[in-house]
């Protein structure tokens, strides 16, 4: 069982950087791939990145390589997104997730957090 809360979002204008966070409970952490999703009013929830258990592969989404990185610290069960050169369309909710594998594929992701909201003025 692992369960997921998620921290640092709110609202920043264009341009800016937010650091998400994501605390894991359970000692499988450590064994599970992690990954971030997002979801916009009126649309379908999003692939974000996803990084596996040993932090050396990750994954992103086209819309964010290059602007977003993600980590983890297994030590601490966290994982954090960072965000940088924000743009409009990144407002979202955003939620952090638990896999076994490593997949961009929401259905694959065994446990999710309530997720965050992340809003983006211009």
């Known amino acids: 069982q692992v369960q997921l809360v998620e921290s640092g979002g709110g609202l920043v204008q264009a341009g800016g950087s937010l650091r998400l966070s994501c605390a894991a409970s359970?000692?499988?952490?450590?064994?599970?791939?992690m990954g971030w999703f997002r979801q916009a009013p009126g649309k379908e929830r999003e692939f974000v990145a996803a990084?596996?258990?040993?932090?050396?592969?990750?994954s992103y989404a086209d819309s964010v390589k290059g602007r977003f990185t993600i980590s983890r610290d297994n030590a601490k069960n966290m994982v954090y997104l960072q965000m940088n050169s924000l743009k409009p369309e990144d407002t979202a909710v955003y939620c952090c997730?638990?896999?076994?594998?490593?997949?961009?594929?929401?259905?694959?992701?065994?446990?999710w957090g309530q997720g965050t909201q992340v809003t983006v003025s211009s």
């Open positions: 997730a638990a896999a076994f594998l490593m997949t961009t594929v929401a259905s694959q992701y065994n446990y």
């Open positions: 359970g000692r499988t952490f450590s064994s599970r791939v």
């Open positions: 990084i596996n258990r040993n932090d050396d592969s990750t």
